[in-house]
Nanobody, 117 residues
Framework: QVQLEESGGGLVKAGGSLRLSCAAS????????MGWYRQAPGKQREVVAV???????NYADSVKGRFTISRDNGKNTVYLQMNSLRPEDTAVYYC???????????WGQGTAVTVPS
């Protein structure tokens, strides 16, 4: 299994920026994809951005052009740079890591992002 430790959430004004970090307890060599999901109050968890081992990325339409996911394999860490934040981005953000051939599917504990309206 893999343990994930998230950091970087907080309170930020609309239009501001935050960077989330997620450090994995195992080498990037065993991790196929890492991603960020979010869950707003009263809503289902949704995907925000995913990056696979080869570097390809996918984003939710709602964050394209504002958020950037990146991965530092040397540090076993994935980042989510969030710019031009909006009140609708308010949610708990969860880091996810999946192993090759579904060897594992790990989740972080979540970090809260609040953008007041």
């Amino acid at each position: 299994q893999v343990q994930l430790e998230e950091s970087g959430g907080g309170l930020v004004k609309a239009g501001g920026s935050l960077r989330l970090s997620c450090a994995a307890s195992r080498s990037a060599l065993v991790i196929n994809s890492m991603g960020w999901y979010r869950q707003a109050p009263g809503k289902q968890r949704e995907v925000v951005a995913v990056i696979v081992s080869g570097g390809s990325t996918n984003y939710a339409d709602s964050v394209k052009g504002r958020f950037t996911i990146s991965r530092d394999n040397g540090k076993n860490t994935v980042y989510l740079q969030m710019n031009s934040l909006r009140p609708e981005d308010t949610a708990v953000y969860y880091c996810n890591a999946r192993g090759y051939k579904e060897a594992f599917n790990a989740w972080g504990q979540g970090t809260a992002v609040t953008v007041p309206s």
